[in-house]
């Protein structure tokens, strides 16, 4: 009768570590939400949309970043370009924060190439790069807070050199 008495109160004690471990691993997880990883209530997330322009010319494909500055917590985003328009909205949006603006854009030449598309070959169209130098890394000018005063609207006009 000991044994089993002593294999129930085992059992208890592991149970109620169990759920100790639980509850104390929940709360790491609330207060990192509410604090640190930017999990505001009074700020949820933001889908960040708009044009891109590079002169006075739409972008016809790439893409754009968002890659956060120092002070906020939040991974990169990043958003296809198609026809001068973009869309960022991973994960339900962008969290609130400040953000560098990198883009990728791209002119469709004219001419096909061919590409390997897993196994198989395909031809699409041949793009080059027309984004000034000064606006494709870690030294952009394009610096926004988010969430934007336009509900989301963020227009990029990149001027040609």
């Given at each position: 009768m000991a044994d089993t008495n002593e294999f129930r109160d085992r059992e208890v004690r592991q149970i109620v570590c169990s759920q100790a471990i639980y509850c104390l691993t929940l709360h790491v997880v609330i207060l990192t939400c509410t604090g640190a990883a930017g999990c505001n209530k009074s700020q949820p997330p933001q889908i960040v949309f708009g044009t891109v322009t590079v002169g006075k010319d739409p972008v016809q494909v790439g893409r754009v970043f968002f890659v956060p500055v120092e002070g906020t917590e939040a991974p990169l985003y990043r958003g296809r370009i198609v026809e001068g328009q973009y869309r960022v909205d991973d994960r339900r949006g962008?969290?609130?924060?400040?953000?560098?603006?990198?883009?990728?854009?791209?002119?469709?030449?004219?001419?096909?190439?061919?590409?390997?598309?897993?196994?198989?070959?395909?031809?699409?169209?041949?793009?080059?790069?027309?984004?000034?130098?000064?606006?494709?890394?870690?030294?952009?000018?394009?610096?926004?807070?988010?969430?934007?005063?336009?509900d989301g609207r963020y227009d990029i006009a990149v001027p040609v050199p």
């Open positions: 962008i969290l609130p924060g400040r953000y560098r603006v990198q883009l990728e854009a791209l002119k469709k030449t004219g001419r096909k190439t061919t590409t390997a598309i897993g196994a198989e070959r395909a031809e699409v169209d041949e793009t080059i790069s027309i984004t000034p130098l000064a606006y494709r890394g870690e030294d952009s000018p394009l610096v926004v807070e988010v969430p934007t005063p336009l």
